[in-house]
């Protein structure tokens, strides 16, 4: 099993920056790839940006490129998102996921919420 936390959502104005921790803990070993989702009041979880563990290889959304910025620390288990110039459409709770296959993400972490005001 495989156990994720996520941190450092908050309020913030537009053109504002923000940082959002995932820390994996537990059975780690192999992990294929991290990423970030985001669901917005009414909408679908949708894609944000993803790192693969062993390479470092980023994919973003495309209104996410330029803005935000993935990483990860291996030694410590943890993902990162910097997110700057905020816009009110960032505005929803973030979820971290993690994957041990290809395709589908097998582990999510809680959600943070990341609200940005005009």
């Known amino acids: 099993q495989v156990q994720l936390v996520a941190s450092g959502g908050g309020l913030v104005q537009a053109g504002g920056s923000l940082r959002l921790s995932c820390a994996a803990s537990?059975?780690?070993?192999?992990?294929?790839?991290m990423g970030w989702f985001r669901q917005a009041p009414g909408k679908e979880r949708e894609f944000v940006a993803a790192?693969?563990?062993?390479?470092?290889?980023?994919y973003y959304k495309a209104s996410a490129k330029g803005r935000f910025t993935i990483s990860r620390d291996s030694a410590k288990n943890t993902m990162y998102l910097q997110m700057n110039s905020l816009k009110p459409e960032d505005t929803a709770v973030y979820y971290c996921?993690?994957?041990?296959?290809?395709?589908?993400?097998?582990?999510w972490g809680q959600g943070v919420q990341v609200t940005v005001s005009s």
């Open positions: 996921a993690a994957r041990f296959d290809p395709k589908v993400y097998d582990y």
């Open positions: 537990g059975r780690t070993d192999n992990m294929y790839a």
């Open positions: 790192i693969s563990w062993s390479e470092g290889n980023t």
